[in-house]
Every structure is written in structure tokens, then in C-alpha cells.
């Protein structure tokens, strides 16, 4: 390729980074077009970005989450779609460019794509979950230069190699997804419709450099000891000469000279680092990080590279105990108990920067140390696992399969490997990436749902089936993993165990859907606890702010197409109205409807999380079912796709904060327990309060407790009914002569005025309560960069729910919290709204209101 030649292909692009002699330019936004295959006919493109949006930006699709409009977007998956941009002749940089190797990289193609340059085909692609690169010194020409990218129908590019395989894969989205390299819940799923995307979902950029570059560098920690680290730095270069450079590492002082060969060059310096810091996660300790700069230079070039990394342990214990089978993680020697959420991928139909401003900040706000990235949707970008690095959240990192079998022929392996190779390679530094897991069910549904019967498979076809998901998930992921990150442990199948039986619960990590699939109350998450818990969950409703996005009607009701547009699981509402019943009273309407929607979820997982941390040290891990939203739905999530915070959101904070009180009544005693993160002995004071829900004052109980701080105690219990109810006479009952549908009682451990843990406790269900209006006082006012309400009532007010009618127009700090008679609550409130118009757009609502009329601030 001639130097004029490669200038051609810069004009018109804006520079990235550039360093004297390499560099990496990104193809503008601006220049990208897309057009039906075939009809020529162009339209401006987004890139990033995905087909369904380019067709909503120009107005050609109507929007899919509004109404049932996703239904009438079925066509675009059968069509093929073409992306063109324009590369005309520049003049930029040519003193950098002359000579220079030029690679055009791809991040991330959805999926099956046919790259032309100068209509010339060039490259083919067939995994989104994996970058592409590709010469092109020798293939530009003067003048402008036009790159093409067609992109096919994915069910219907692989549907033949779906027919020659001879057997019918127990995907009951779609047939062909086993074989297509995408993400899964684009087939649909029972929280999202199906929706098959295609296009460019990340960035396209022109990497150039001079005779070498350093692709990778890998920072490995040998051996780990207070007063020193002994590492490696595992640096490899691509060479297209044969020459002496001479590496370094900067801070670290180590260096050699090496002579490079044409090709990939892989080299090993080792560094010391004295009395190192080490990164812990949240709750632990400083999630410290160090950075590395490797350095390759020699008279006449010169390439660098700049990671950052932490050092730590981790290790998962797993091995068969007395009383099964543990799983839980040890970060530096120390066992961690597992505060955690399920993470879904992002929205097909929001901008990537709003999304991870939302649930970045909202993974620490809700105390999670661990997430885990679900096997049926995509890896993480770079910046997600660089927020949770920085924030101390552990990673768990399902690679991208679910809910079905897979292929095993040779192609498809490659492909999967190819995919392996790139992701643990981009990801391994990052001290939050923590597990690596080979799938999501695929295990427990081969042994327990029944696939063999459903499907008809012969005892060939199973074998057929079980060989290939032992080649991929039992030979080729581990074997690749031991080459390139054996630092990590991996497991090839969550969950390690099933629901159905007891001794389910006694081995592994288990996903617990007796609750919702299994239809079993509440109660049960109190008796089924294992020893690691990774998936449960309850769904509800988003806020009505958030229906009023997708549903215009003026009558909104659980039952009209719009909303069961919107419900994907085959449960569908009528389950979530029979678990209602069970608890609340029956909503006066549609808006109370979903706002009890809300806190019966938030109930369900207050009560999951709470037994599962009372468990420790036998249950380590509390991982709900899911923090985000993918779609705009009846979900399990705690945050809807809108980015509002349900009450879930709420009660999960609570439930994971660092110490808890948990009551529970057992055999007619009410127990009353401790479970907190710290390693300390503790002596405090614990202060019950027991009154009517006017306020009238019955009882007050102050006792001396102490525990040791690692694992959960009972530090209180007492008889609820003496079996001698008279008011003269001495009893030992703690409702002796007291109505339990009229008290609450305030739990607190506190030393001195400073609480450390409290509750408020029930005895009996919402529904049963002897609720009465509450006259709730409020008063907003602006501090700083945030608004203090204050808020008291004169009786209970159960679930206070402080909104707006506008999604998102107030962030506070708590919600859908009880007010106890006469006691003032105080929140802060972030909004851009003035004093005047929050103080007017506020409306405060509580379980009362969902009976009577709307109380408004």
C-alpha cells in the first residue's frame, strides 16, 4: 500500500489517541448510513448502535416498547441490512502514517456480517461477543474509499446449518439460537419480547503503528505477602520486523532488551513491589489499585501500554464438608458473605452512556459487593468492570450461554473459543472479575426439567448432546481458562443444584423459584435456604410514572392489552393477584394495584434476604433475581427500565445493610436476631417499643446484648401469648391483652443514641392491620445541592411512598418506609426542581390510600 493511499482512508475521521509513532482513530459518527439490503435506499446510522434504533431515529418503526408496537417490528429480523460509510482522501497526519501498519477494528458485530471494502469482500464475522480485526494497507485506493458491512437475518442465515444438524436443540425461544453466537435474550425471554437485532454495537477504529505495538499486557501475581509482591508482566507485541527494542516497566525498574520477530512476540518481566496494598471489596476494606506502564522502544520507534490492576485472592470454596457441599468466597483469606444482584443487559433502545450512569451509581447505593453478569445476555464494556474495580463489587462472569444445549461440531467450538480467547484476554487484569461460570441452568434443566421426554430425544440423541456440552463446557472453557487466567476459579453450571428436594439445599449455589414458579408463599424463603443462594425473585409492576411511557391510555388496567403486552412470563398477572390476596387487602384501582404490586415484591425480598443472611455461616451468598431492567415490563427487577426505583430497591438496601435485625415468630415466640458483617464483639443495649397503631404506648423492653459479630445470633425471644390474658394478672406474654392487628413494635440495638441496627416488627399480615387515615406532615427544604423533607403522622403510616408524576423527577434517599405514630422521619431529595415546584409536584401516598382516597403534599 502506498503512503497516498492510506492517507485516502483517514479524511474526515477524528483522532482518538495519538502518540508519535502509534495511534487509533475512530470512524465519525456522523459519516455512517443504513439502508435495507438492496434498495439503496440511505439513511443516517447511529454507530454505536443497532438496527431497530436507526429505524426509530428516522421515524420508520414506531417505538417498540409503546403499546404492543414491538409485535409490528417483527419484519426487521427477516430483512438483511446494510451500514456504508464514505472514506474520501486527507491529508492528516502524513508524516505519523507514512510506512505505518494499519489494522480496521471492529469491537463488536451483531452478528452475521459480510465487510466489503471497494466492493470487495474482505471479511466475514459470526459472533457479537468478540472483536474482529483486518489488514488494510493493501486494500485502499486513491480517491474515496467506500466500507460496506451487510449484515443477515440471523434465524434465518443459520437456519439451514440448524437443519443439518439432525435434532432439534431444547431452545424454546427459537430453534436456531443454540447456533447463532448472540445474545440470547434477544430470542425473548419472560421478562423481554423477542427482538432480533443486528448492526455495528461498538465502536469501529483504524489502529496504526510503526514496525511493533504492544497488544496486551498482562499483569500475573506470583506470590503475595505483607511485606512484598513478586509479579509478572506477560507483554506481547506484534512485530512486522525483525529488530532489538528494549521493554520496560515504568515505576517498576524492570527492563530487557529482546529481539522481536514478524508476528506475536510474547515476553516476561518480572517486578517486585514492596509491602504492597491490597484491593478488597465493599465492606472489606480500600479497593486500591495500582497502575502499570509498559514501555518498547528503540532508536527509531516506540509503543506503550497502560493497565491497571489490584492485588488480591480470591478463591472459591466449594469442596464437600460435613454437611454437603459449601460454596461461598474467600478474597485474601477472608470468607466474604455475598451481598449481590443478577445483572440483565442493557436496553436495546437506550443510549449506553444514560444506562451506565444509572446502574453503576445505583450497584453502590444498594450495598451489593458481587453482580453477576447473566449468561443469556451479553459481557460487560470495559468501563462497567472499571466502576466496579474502583467501587470494590466483585464480578461474577457467566460466559454467554442459557437455557439450552449446545452444538458441538468443530466450527462451533472454534468460534467459542475465539470468543473465550478474547473476553478472559480484555478482562483478566480487573481485580472485581471474580468467578468465571460456564452457564446459566443449562445442568439442572438436563437433569430436572424434562427435556429428554419434551423433545423425544433416543438415548443417541442424548449422548450426542451431553458430549458436546462436556467438550465445550467441561474441556474447552477450563482448558482455555487454565492458559490464560488460572488465577480465577470456574465452575461450568449455575446452579449446582435444584429446588425440589431438600438435600437441593445442602450443596452449591441454587436458584430458588419455589416462590412465584413453584406458587409457594412467602414463608418458604425462610425454610429454603442453601448454602448459596444466586437466583430468587418476585415480580411487580414499574411505577406508574414509568406505564405511562409505554401505555397512553387514560384507563389503565392489569388486564388490558397494553399491560399484557408487557407481562412475558407464562405465570403471567393472575399469580401475581393470588400472592396479593395472601397479604394485602384488594386495591381500590389500577395505580393501587401496582404500587402494592411493589411493596409485595419488596416484602417477598426483605423476607429471602433476611433468612438467607440469618443462615451464615451455612448460607454465604444472597444474589436476587434482577437489579435492572431490559425492557419496559412486569419484571423481577428492582430498578425499571426507566431507571425508577421500586420498593424492592428500598427494602434490599435495608436488608444488606451491615447489620440487620430480623424478628420471626416460632412456635408462638417471637425471636428476635442479629446478622452483621463485622469481625468484632459487640455489647450494646436493645431497646423494644411496643405500641398501638395510634401511637398509645404499651410496653418498653431494654435488654443488654452482646455477640460476637461473625455470624447471625438471637439475642432476644419471648412468648407472644401467655395463655392467661388478663390485664391484672402477671404474665410473661408479650401481646398478653393486646390486639395483634392494632401493634407495632420498634426494634433497636443501639449504644448510647447511636443506633447500630433496628426493625419494626408486625404480627400479622398488611391486610389484617387495623389501619386508620394518617395526617402526614411534610416539609421540604433546600440544603446544598439537595432537598431535606421531614415527614410525621400522627398515626402508623404504613409504606409511605413520596413520588411525582414525572419518571425520575426526584431521587430520595429512602421510600415506601413506615411512620411510626408521632416519631419525624427525615430523607434528602435530589432534584433539579425548583423548591416551589417540588414542594407542589410531591405526592405522598401509604397503604391506607390504596383503600380510601388520594392524600396529597
Known amino acids: 500500500m502506498t503512503r497516498h493511499a492510506l492517507l485516502l482512508f483517514l479524511l474526515c475521521i477524528s483522532t482518538v489517541c495519538l502518540s508519535q509513532h502509534q495511534g487509533m482513530i475512530d470512524l465519525p459518527v456522523t459519516s455512517w448510513k443504513f439502508s435495507e439490503a438492496g434498495k439503496q435506499d440511505w439513511k443516517p446510522a447511529t454507530v454505536p448502535g443497532n438496527i431497530h434504533l436507526d429505524l426509530l431515529n428516522n421515524k420508520l418503526i414506531a417505538d417498540p416498547t409503546y403499546g404492543d408496537n414491538?409485535?409490528?417490528?417483527?419484519?426487521?429480523?427477516?430483512?438483511?441490512?446494510?451500514?456504508?460509510?464514505?472514506?474520501?482522501?486527507?491529508?492528516?497526519?502524513?508524516?505519523?502514517?507514512?510506512?505505518?501498519?494499519?489494522?480496521?477494528?471492529?469491537?463488536?458485530?451483531?452478528?452475521?456480517?459480510?465487510?466489503?471494502?471497494?466492493?470487495?469482500?474482505?471479511?466475514?464475522?459470526?459472533?457479537?461477543?468478540?472483536?474482529?480485526?483486518?489488514?488494510?494497507?493493501?486494500?485502499?485506493?486513491?480517491?474515496?474509499?467506500?466500507?460496506?458491512?451487510?449484515?443477515?437475518?440471523?434465524?434465518?442465515?443459520?437456519?439451514?446449518?440448524?437443519?443439518?444438524?439432525?435434532?432439534?436443540?431444547?431452545?424454546?425461544?427459537?430453534?436456531?439460537?443454540?447456533?447463532?453466537?448472540?445474545?440470547?435474550?434477544?430470542?425473548?425471554?419472560?421478562f423481554a419480547p423477542r427482538m432480533i437485532t443486528c448492526g455495528i454495537r461498538k465502536r469501529v477504529h483504524l489502529r496504526y503503528w510503526h514496525d511493533f505495538i504492544i497488544r496486551d499486557v498482562h499483569v500475573i501475581r506470583n506470590t503475595l505477602s505483607p511485606t512484598q509482591a513478586l509479579m509478572t508482566a506477560e507483554i506481547t507485541i506484534a512485530s512486522s520486523v525483525t529488530d532489538s527494542v528494549h521493554l520496560s516497566l515504568?515505576?517498576?525498574?524492570?527492563?530487557?532488551?529482546?529481539?522481536?520477530?514478524?508476528?506475536?512476540?510474547?515476553?516476561?518481566?518480572?517486578?517486585?513491589?514492596?509491602?504492597?496494598?491490597?484491593?478488597?471489596?465493599?465492606?472489606?476494606?480500600?479497593?486500591?489499585?495500582?497502575?502499570?506502564?509498559?514501555?518498547?522502544?528503540?532508536?527509531?520507534?516506540?509503543?506503550?501500554?497502560?493497565v491497571s490492576f489490584g492485588l488480591r485472592t480470591v478463591e472459591l470454596i466449594n469442596q464437600p464438608d460435613s454437611t454437603g457441599q459449601p460454596f461461598y468466597i474467600r478474597v485474601n483469606g477472608e470468607p466474604l458473605y455475598i451481598r449481590g444482584a443478577n445483572l440483565v443487559p442493557p436496553p436495546l433502545l437506550q443510549k449506553k452512556a444514560d444506562f451506565d450512569n444509572t446502574i453503576q451509581s445505583l450497584m453502590s447505593d444498594c450495598q451489593l459487593n458481587l453482580v453477576r453478569i447473566w449468561g443469556g445476555g451479553m459481557y460487560g464494556d470495559d468501563d462497567f468492570y472499571m466502576y466496579a474495580d474502583q467501587n470494590g463489587i466483585l464480578v461474577w462472569q457467566d460466559f454467554m450461554f442459557s437455557g439450552t444445549m449446545y452444538p458441538g461440531d468443530s466450527l462451533f467450538l472454534k468460534n467459542v473459543k475465539a470468543e473465550a480467547i478474547d473476553n478472559i484476554i480484555r478482562l483478566r487484569n480487573h481485580p472485581s472479575l471474580a468467578l468465571w461460570c460456564g452457564n446459566n441452568e443449562i445442568e439442572v434443566a438436563w437433569k430436572n426439567w424434562g427435556w429428554q421426554k419434551t423433545f423425544h430425544y433416543s438415548p443417541l440423541d442424548s449422548l450426542k448432546l451431553l458430549v458436546a456440552y462436556n467438550s465445550l463446557f467441561k474441556e474447552l472453557l477450563p482448558n482455555t481458562l487454565a492458559t490464560l487466567d488460572s488465577s480465577r476459579p470456574y465452575f461450568s453450571s449455575s446452579p449446582q443444584s435444584n429446588w425440589g428436594k431438600a438435600?437441593?439445599?445442602?450443596?452449591?449455589?441454587?436458584?430458588?423459584?419455589?416462590?412465584?414458579?413453584?406458587?409457594?408463599?412467602?414463608?418458604?424463603?425462610?425454610?429454603?435456604?442453601?448454602?448459596?443462594?444466586?437466583?430468587?425473585?418476585?415480580p411487580s409492576f414499574p411505577s406508574l410514572s414509568s406505564i405511562r411511557h409505554f401505555d397512553g391510555e387514560q384507563n389503565l388496567e392489569m388486564n388490558s392489552a397494553v399491560m399484557k403486552a408487557h407481562q412475558f412470563s407464562y405465570k403471567g398477572n393472575t399469580l401475581i393477584g393470588k400472592y396479593m390476596?395472601?397479604?394485602?387487602?384488594?386495591?381500590?384501582?389500577?395505580?393501587?394495584?401496582?404500587?402494592?404490586?411493589?411493596?409485595?415484591?419488596?416484602?417477598?425480598?426483605?423476607?429471602?434476604?433476611?433468612?438467607?443472611?440469618?443462615?451464615?455461616?451455612?448460607?454465604?451468598?444472597?444474589?436476587?433475581?434482577?437489579?435492572?431492567?431490559?425492557?419496559?415490563?412486569?419484571?423481577?427487577?428492582?430498578?425499571?427500565?426507566?431507571?425508577?426505583?421500586?420498593?424492592?430497591?428500598?427494602?434490599?438496601?435495608?436488608?444488606?445493610?451491615?447489620?440487620?435485625?430480623?424478628?420471626?415468630?416460632?412456635?408462638?415466640?417471637?425471636?428476635?436476631?442479629?446478622?452483621?458483617?463485622?469481625?468484632?464483639?459487640?455489647?450494646?443495649?436493645?431497646?423494644?417499643?411496643?405500641?398501638?397503631?395510634?401511637?398509645?404506648?404499651?410496653?418498653?423492653?431494654?435488654?443488654?446484648?452482646?455477640?460476637?459479630?461473625?455470624?447471625?445470633?438471637?439475642?432476644?425471644?419471648?412468648?407472644?401469648?401467655?395463655?392467661?390474658?388478663?390485664?391484672?394478672?402477671?404474665?410473661?406474654?408479650?401481646?398478653?391483652?393486646?390486639?395483634?392487628?392494632?401493634?407495632?413494635?420498634?426494634?433497636?440495638?443501639?449504644?448510647?443514641?447511636?443506633?447500630?441496627?433496628?426493625?419494626?416488627?408486625?404480627?400479622?399480615?398488611?391486610?389484617?392491620?387495623?389501619?386508620?387515615?394518617?395526617?402526614?406532615?411534610?416539609?421540604?427544604?433546600?440544603?446544598?445541592?439537595?432537598?431535606?423533607?421531614?415527614?410525621?403522622?400522627?398515626?402508623?403510616?404504613?409504606?409511605?411512598?413520596?413520588?411525582?408524576?414525572?419518571?425520575?423527577?426526584?431521587?430520595?434517599?429512602?421510600?415506601?418506609?413506615?411512620?411510626?405514630?408521632?416519631?419525624?422521619?427525615?430523607?434528602?431529595?435530589?432534584?433539579?426542581?425548583?423548591?416551589?415546584?417540588?414542594?407542589?409536584?410531591?405526592?405522598?401516598?401509604?397503604?391506607?390510600?390504596?383503600?380510601?382516597?388520594?392524600?396529597?403534599?
Open 250 to 306: 515504568e515505576t517498576y525498574g524492570s527492563g530487557k532488551t529482546v529481539l522481536l520477530v514478524p508476528g506475536t512476540n510474547v515476553f516476561r518481566l518480572p517486578f517486585r513491589m514492596a509491602h504492597p496494598r491490597l484491593w478488597w471489596p465493599a465492606g472489606m476494606g480500600e479497593p486500591y489499585l495500582y497502575e502499570l506502564q509498559a514501555q518498547a522502544w528503540n532508536t527509531g520507534n516506540k509503543s506503550s501500554h497502560r
Open 581 to 857: 390476596d395472601l397479604y394485602y387487602r384488594k386495591p381500590k384501582d389500577f395505580e393501587s394495584f401496582v404500587y402494592v404490586s411493589q411493596l409485595l415484591q419488596a416484602e417477598g425480598m426483605k423476607t429471602a434476604i433476611e433468612s438467607q443472611r440469618l443462615k451464615k455461616p451455612f448460607c454465604m451468598g444472597s444474589v436476587f433475581w434482577q437489579l435492572n431492567d431490559y425492557w419496559p415490563s412486569v419484571s423481577w427487577s428492582a430498578i425499571d427500565y426507566y431507571g425508577e426505583q421500586k420498593a424492592a430497591f428500598f427494602f434490599i438496601r435495608q436488608a444488606f445493610d451491615p447489620s440487620i435485625l430480623s424478628a420471626h415468630v416460632e412456635n408462638g415466640q417471637l425471636k428476635i436476631y442479629i446478622a452483621t458483617e463485622s469481625n468484632k464483639p459487640h455489647q450494646t443495649e436493645l431497646l423494644l417499643q411496643l405500641c398501638d397503631l395510634h401511637g398509645e404506648h404499651k410496653t418498653e423492653i431494654r435488654k443488654a446484648v452482646k455477640w460476637k459479630g461473625t455470624i447471625s445470633e438471637k439475642i432476644f425471644s419471648q412468648l407472644l401469648q401467655s395463655g392467661n390474658p388478663e390485664k391484672n394478672t402477671k404474665s410473661t406474654g408479650l401481646l398478653d391483652g393486646y390486639d395483634k392487628t392494632d401493634c407495632v413494635l420498634s426494634c433497636r440495638v443501639q449504644t448510647g443514641k447511636d443506633s447500630f441496627a433496628s426493625a419494626v416488627v408486625y404480627f400479622t399480615e398488611p391486610k389484617n392491620l387495623q389501619l386508620t387515615q394518617p395526617l402526614i406532615h411534610s416539609e421540604i427544604k433546600k440544603e446544598d445541592d439537595h432537598y431535606i423533607m421531614k415527614l410525621k403522622s400522627d398515626v402508623l403510616a404504613k409504606n409511605v411512598f413520596i413520588s411525582t408524576a414525572e419518571s425520575n423527577a426526584i431521587n430520595p434517599t429512602d421510600n415506601y418506609f413506615d411512620l411510626l405514630p408521632g416519631i419525624e422521619k427525615s430523607i434528602l431529595i435530589y432534584s433539579d426542581l425548583t423548591e416551589e415546584k417540588l414542594n407542589k409536584a410531591v405526592v405522598i401516598r401509604s397503604l391506607w390510600d390504596t383503600y380510601t382516597s388520594l392524600t396529597t403534599h
Open 503 to 538: 438435600d437441593d439445599f445442602t450443596k452449591g449455589d441454587n436458584h430458588y423459584w419455589g416462590v412465584w414458579h413453584g406458587e409457594e408463599p412467602f414463608s418458604s424463603y425462610n425454610t429454603h435456604v442453601g448454602r448459596f443462594m444466586s437466583e430468587f425473585g418476585f
Open 70 to 190: 414491538f409485535k409490528k417490528c417483527e419484519w426487521v429480523e427477516k430483512k438483511d441490512w446494510e451500514y456504508t460509510a464514505s472514506l474520501p482522501m486527507d491529508t492528516i497526519h502524513k508524516e505519523e502514517l507514512a510506512g505505518a501498519n494499519a489494522e480496521l477494528v471492529f469491537e463488536s458485530l451483531d452478528t452475521y456480517a459480510d465487510i466489503f471494502l471497494n466492493d470487495s469482500l474482505v471479511l466475514k464475522t459470526d459472533n457479537m461477543f468478540r472483536s474482529y480485526s483486518l489488514r488494510i494497507e493493501q486494500l485502499m485506493k486513491p480517491g474515496t474509499n467506500q466500507l460496506r458491512i451487510l449484515f443477515h437475518s440471523a434465524p434465518d442465515y443459520i437456519r439451514p446449518q440448524c437443519a443439518a444438524a439432525g435434532i432439534r436443540f431444547p431452545a424454546d425461544n427459537d430453534s436456531t439460537a443454540p447456533f447463532t453466537r448472540k445474545s440470547p435474550v434477544q430470542y425473548g425471554w419472560d
